[in-house]
DNA sequence: CAAAGTGATGGAAGGGCTTCCAAAGAATAA
DNA sequence: TTATTCTTTGGAAGCCCTTCCATCACTTTG
């Protein structure tokens, strides 16, 4: 059988209160006493055994994340960040993965009431206000990360700012006209993205003109940020003949993708013709030379994971609000030229 | 406070081991008894706690996956398949991930000791015949997966069958020449991938041609498999002039797109001039029009948590040696013409 | 009708730790 | 010296379950 706490306090002489303040560092030891119960430990290869520890300090140093099924960059990123954190942090990550809604509801529950991790993170997903509230009213951690809920701490990047540094660097390089391509209005990245556009144009008196901008309403598919939803954005655009616009900025690589392959097939070039800049700097990206939009992926999981930490640390300062948003960077390749 | 089985069993007015027995689907439990307790956990919301549990049963329905830290597609579908598996049998999934080697022993030594898990996985890392000798003798389960031990289950794709079959679609092509660039030679999986295309030629009769081989020993990231070394490599196959070969097998998609680059950049076309193939499937290869051997990603990563929990639970045939090799499958696109 | 068997149930013990309280010992003050 | 305070230590109780054994209420059998 296992070695227990008991075999190595009988091997130390000593009771198994001062081997487990010897195991938890606990300042009031003699250095003489602790000495002993470290050889014996050795002489034992003792381990503590984390259920036990987790039981009986009501801890278990462990956080759950769940996560749409990760499809992509962006998740292997972020992952990789919150992974890394943790594991500074002493603290091991259960992953709940969720496949479609019922699931999400499920590992919610679960994870609310089995106790078996500290804090969770929610990433990409929503909360409907009854969970939320009961989470909020228990004060079991939750961070969000890339979404956002009245009540709870959450981290997301800054969509309106990432489409004003993409939109402003179109005007810098002097294009006079911006067409954008955006996915559907009904989500709230699109709806924020569009926002910074505007409000990049109107910083520089420049009118927002309904006929350069295309939301792919159309396409159902992942809120229609997919590469044939960009392809025929982009065709709408070149309809416009003469008057098709000098550049565009696309809500995300992956529809930019679409129109680069509509642009070339209309036998006009990049950026000669027509200058794109993207959003997310997914793999391809730089690949196919588009200059993009990067969000701070590998940072928002830390973020989130030091915050989440402190959370069930009680570190003091965590009543006021968290809503955090990190600021985006513009990657430069060769899709627009200048 | 929390509810625990002593609320239930109070407010149903029964003793905790039926209370214990209803929860774990005991069968003997009359109807009556059983429906009273369920009454009485619904109404105080009552979850056995989770850690408890462990605890008492000495199982914790935990599985560990360590895995090198996941970049590229490979491992997001891995990863996928072992995190849907373990859902679907009941076990969450702790992640362990490593950055660098000292990390894996760490996690090794963790594992075997800390009983936090049931079982581990180890993905894509060598293991020591000392660990492996442990693992072995406290009887704990592990499955290698894309590795293999002498004293330890595995599970891998056949990169011998898989090379076989990128070959002969070239040599069923009709191509005369069909050179091959490879890893470095010191990994394993350049090895094996050599020794499949060696087989495939020789099973049709032809020679393996020296001049028409090239591993990328030069390089040292990634084991020679990244996009310079596949490039400088399809360079000296094309130095050959009127000799360079008419077609290619590269081992690894990451290679081929670097060598596909050395191919355009001296006007040549693919599939006209030279024919190429590569190996992995990664996101990039669709994109490119690249065709390649598709490892079982997803598959490998299910069989490997069967596996795994099958020996956690004890299922019978479990002795015998489980060395599984999961076949590849060649998936068509552009890059080879026909 | 008693004896033996059957099935459902209660609850103590045990899983391995932390923590608190009491006690012993050491150090200081009076 | 004795009284007082401070440190260090031992170990019981508690964390929340599962499981085993004893018990009790019925059946069945002779």
Redesign the interface.
């Known amino acids: 059988m296992?070695v227990t706490i008991y075999d190595v306090a009988k091997k130390a002489g000593v009771g198994i209160g001062t081997v487990s303040r010897v195991i938890n560092k606990s300042p009031q030891i003699t250095d003489a006493t602790k000495s002993r119960v470290l050889v014996a430990i050795k002489a034992l290869?003792y381990?503590?055994?984390?259920?036990?520890q987790?039981?009986a300090r009501r801890r278990?140093n462990?956080i759950g994340c769940i996560i749409p099924?990760?499809?992509g960059f962006f998740?292997?990123e972020l992952?990789?960040g919150i992974?890394?954190t943790a594991?500074s942090l002493q603290n091991?990550?259960?992953?709940?993965?969720v496949?479609n809604k019922s699931n999400k509801e499920i590992f919610l529950s679960r994870v609310l009431?089995?106790?078996?991790v500290d804090g969770v993170l929610l990433v990409s997903l929503e909360i409907d206000d009854d969970y939320a509230e009961q989470f909020s009213v228990q004060h079991f951690p939750i961070v969000l990360v890339d979404g956002d809920h009245a009540v709870l701490d959450s981290i997301k990047v800054d969509n309106i700012e990432g489409a004003r540094q993409a939109t402003n660097h179109l005007i810098g390089l002097g294009y006079p006209t911006i067409a954008m391509i955006d996915g559907q209005l009904k989500s709230v990245p699109a709806r924020l993205r569009l926002a910074g556009y505007k409000q990049a144009l109107a910083e520089h008196g420049r009118a927002f003109d309904e006929s350069y901008f295309v939301a792919c309403d159309f396409a159902e598919e992942a809120d229609g940020f997919n590469k044939e939803a960009g392809y025929v954005a982009m065709q709408r655009l070149l309809d416009l003949g003469d008057r098709r616009p000098r550049s565009v900025f696309v809500s995300s690589d992956i529809q930019a993708?679409g129109a680069m392959r509509a642009i070339r097939e209309r036998s006009l070039r990049i950026p000669e013709d027509v200058a794109v800049v993207g959003f997310d700097d997914i793999?391809?990206a730089e690949?196919v030379g588009l200059t993009t939009v990067k969000q701070p992926t590998t940072r928002m999981g830390q973020v989130a994971v030091d915050r989440l930490i402190a959370k069930v640390t009680c570190k003091p300062g965590l009543d006021k609000e968290f809503k955090q948003k990190l600021t985006t960077e513009l990657v430069i390749r060769e899709s627009c030229g200048g």
């Open positions: 296992a290869n381990q503590p055994h984390t259920v036990a987790s039981l278990t462990t099924f990760f499809t998740y292997l992952l990789r992974q890394r594991t091991d990550l259960i992953l709940y993965s496949d009431k089995e106790r078996r993708i793999e391809l690949h």
